[in-house]
């Protein structure tokens, strides 16, 4: 535990804004995305990243936008694997992710978060509006092979893809990877739908439940997943923001792309670090922690790929 009561050791970097996937639960249809300089270097993120260590940060994700769409993707994480950090993984939609691999698989990062809302191609363009599912496909396979600890998660929006839940609990029992049923948080573009899409954690558990036999997994207690496996060694986990917040005993910090630190997924303010001292990083960090909500904030406007997901 640090100075600030409860340990902030998790942070989501956003390595850009931008997408080649138009998630319709995530990008505005007609989104703008920062310049190419206004990101963050690796250099910069480097420092940062530096930085929070020395605060308690232990563990990094790298997300955006999508975080593929950075030639210097391989070269943020091996800079990363020098800084001492728990663990380093990766969240992509994984339709470029194949070129990339046998870099990373030589790198520190272990473990890749791939989203996958449908197994379905015509589904699958529906929800993203691209046509990459067999790239997917293919990446999950060869990352698999290379060692990659590989996870799925699926947004499950009622109307939309909630049919295809017994599937994925069969793909994660068939390909022995765990799939991560999330609910769809009520963010950006998703809020004209949210009454239409939104299906509870409950309502996927009673779904899985009528069909499988499932024993729940233990977890830490910062753990943003209930795990359960099925009796055939499937591993599946569920992720309700919405009506399980876990606001409490989060742990997660996240630099946006421009530099922003921010203390929750759901607050727009935060703290620009570009170019901020070392020595200054003590009192603005508190000034997060003290950010950081206890209880859930309902609704954000600014769409999920500019916050970093
Ligand atoms: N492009 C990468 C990807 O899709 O994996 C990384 C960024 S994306 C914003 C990170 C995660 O946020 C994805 O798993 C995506 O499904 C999830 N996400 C985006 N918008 C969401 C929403 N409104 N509710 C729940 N999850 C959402
Ligand atoms: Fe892109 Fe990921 Fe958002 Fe889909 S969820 S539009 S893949 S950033």
């Not at 055939?232 to 910090?253: Q, V, Y």
Request: aromatic letters at 8%; one cysteine or more.
């Amino acid at each position: 535990m640090n100075s600030y009561q409860r340990p902030l050791t998790k942070l989501r970097v956003s390595l850009l804004d931008a997408c080649n996937f138009g998630c319709v639960y995530c990008m505005p249809p007609s989104a703008a995305f920062l310049k190419k300089e206004d990101y963050l270097s690796a250099d910069e993120i480097i420092r940062i990243v530096g930085n929070l260590v020395e605060y308690g940060v232990e563990e990094v994700r790298l997300t955006g936008g999508e975080p593929t769409l950075r030639s210097d993707l391989p070269v943020i994480v091996d800079k990363l694997g020098k800084l001492f950090l728990k663990k380093i993984s990766i969240t992509t939609n994984a339709s470029r992710l194949l070129q990339f691999l046998p870099a990373l698989a030589e790198g520190p990062c272990r473990s890749i978060n791939i989203s996958l809302d449908s197994l379905e191609p015509s589904n699958f363009k529906k929800i993203t509006n691209h046509d990459g599912l067999g790239r997917v496909f293919d990446a999950i396979e060869r990352a698999r092979a290379l060692g990659f600890k590989i996870k799925v998660n699926m947004v499950v929006m009622k109307g939309l893809n909630h049919h295809e839940i017994i599937n994925f609990v069969r793909f994660a029992e068939r390909e022995q990877i765990e799939v991560r049923f999330l609910e769809v948080m009520n963010i950006g573009v998703v809020r004209p739908h949210f009454g239409q899409w939104y299906y509870s954690g409950r309502d996927m558990l009673r779904e899985i439940e009528r069909q499988f036999t499932i024993s729940s997994v233990d977890m830490p207690g910062d753990s943003t997943a209930q795990v359960f496996t099925t009796s055939k060694g499937g591993r599946i986990g569920l992720i309700a923001s919405e009506s399980m917040p876990f606001c409490a005993s989060c742990s997660r910090l996240r630099l946006s792309s421009k530099g922003v630190l921010r203390a929750c997924l759901m607050k727009e303010d935060g703290k620009n670090l570009r170019g901020v001292p070392r020595e200054e990083y003590g009192p603005l960090l508190q000034e997060i922690a003290a950010m950081k909500p206890l209880t859930r904030i309902k609704e954000i406007l600014e769409p999920m790929h500019q916050i970093g997901g």
